[in-house]
């Protein structure tokens, strides 16, 4: 590949790994069959050592390789904006700024890991993998990714996006990727649910079930996981390395952190870069998760030992979630339809270093249009969650005069949803 000149691009050279850093260790994936640790070489299966190595390392300071920087460069860094017309509508003392991720060819904050995981994969010689996705943006990121590495890409789409959202299908396919409704008649799980409910809307639960099911049955496959696990926290918080970065160049620094969670990667990729500072006593912020009602793991599922996915077939993670049988509701935000929450941001928010609040599907759309019609970017439904409580925050300063600074992740545009917009916009869109 073409060198791209890398010395003008502000991109951190090292991704930010909170494992050090925690109060507490995290509690070690469970091996399903022995209920004890977890052997690491018995996931050699399914991820590269590299990504395996990175899972457990104890490392605060990981060295990005030079290829990845490259293909990030294209992109990155990501802009830095003040909402300034948003303020004005809004009448708010507050200073409202958003990290947009939804410059990135995928249009959204998932290559920041796809390129990784592709990379690493490919170094190992890897030539073909299999994920999951819901709303469509991991999957066209792999398959982006995918496309620099020589790697092919199956993709289980959960079958409610895969009809709601066409066109994610289109691009995944357009960059080279095989993508499958799931759940699906092609693996044992997707066999089993459609017998049971012919008319099953999918989940990402089921579509990792088959995804890693696919990939431990063929030699030649690897899986790849687009949240939840601690390497993809990391490859995220470059989103939130280089905020810091630009908030140093206008002297100033959040108050309050905001960002869409569903399984996790988007919320700590703009977070965990400010929490290790209030973990070391030099800053007070607050860390606002923003998850869909319909689907509020944080916020009312359990901290315990839970499956991925839904056949069982994954290690057991501590984490909060709804369980792993849950469906939650078809709404339009896909990526955010998951029963788990990724560990890291499952114990930040038990330490009570993180808060979690859940919004419904109408307030996040009337949010999203108020925010596109003052600062001109169509948010996708997951960041919408952001937008949301931002705004609610950016109010609540109105009303104690505070002028406090906001910084939400705005994660993705959300041109290919346009379909939930039209629905909300005829007043079609429910609860």
Known sequence: MKKI????????????????????PLEPPLDPETNKPMDPSKLLLLFPEALLEQEMSGERWIDIPQEILEIYSIWRPTPLIRALKLEE?????????????????AGSHKPNTAVAQAYYN?????????????????????????????????????????????????LMETWGAKVIPSPSPYTQTGKKILEEDPDNPGSLGIAISEAVEEAVGRDDTHYSLGSVLNHVLLHQTIIGLEAKKQFEKINSYPDIVIGSAGGGSNFAGISLPFVMDKIHGDKNTRFIAVEPSSCPTL???????????????TPLMKMHTLGHDFIPPSIHAGGLRYHGMAPIVSKLYEEGLIEATAVPQTAIFKAAVDFARTEGIVPAPESAHAVKVAIDEALRCKETGEEKVILFNLSGHGLLDLSAYQQFLEGKLTD
């Open 299 to 313: 916020t009312k599922g359990k901290y315990e030992y839970d499956f991925g996915d839904t056949a069982g077939m």
């Open 89 to 105: 509508y809004l009448d708010t003392p507050a200073k409202i700024f958003y990290k947009y991720e939804g410059v990135s060819p």
């Open 5 to 24: 000149l890398l010395e003008d691009r502000e991109i951190p050279k090292q991704w930010y790994n909170i494992l050090p850093d925690l109060p507490s």
């Open 122 to 170: 490919a170094k190992e010689g890897v030539k073909r993998l299999t994920t999951e996705t819901g709303a469509g943006q991991w999957g066209s990121s792999l398959a982006f990714a995918c496309q620099y590495f020589g790697i092919e890409v199956v993709v289980y789409m959960v079958k409610v996006s895969y009809q709601q959202k066409p066109y994610r299908r289109v």
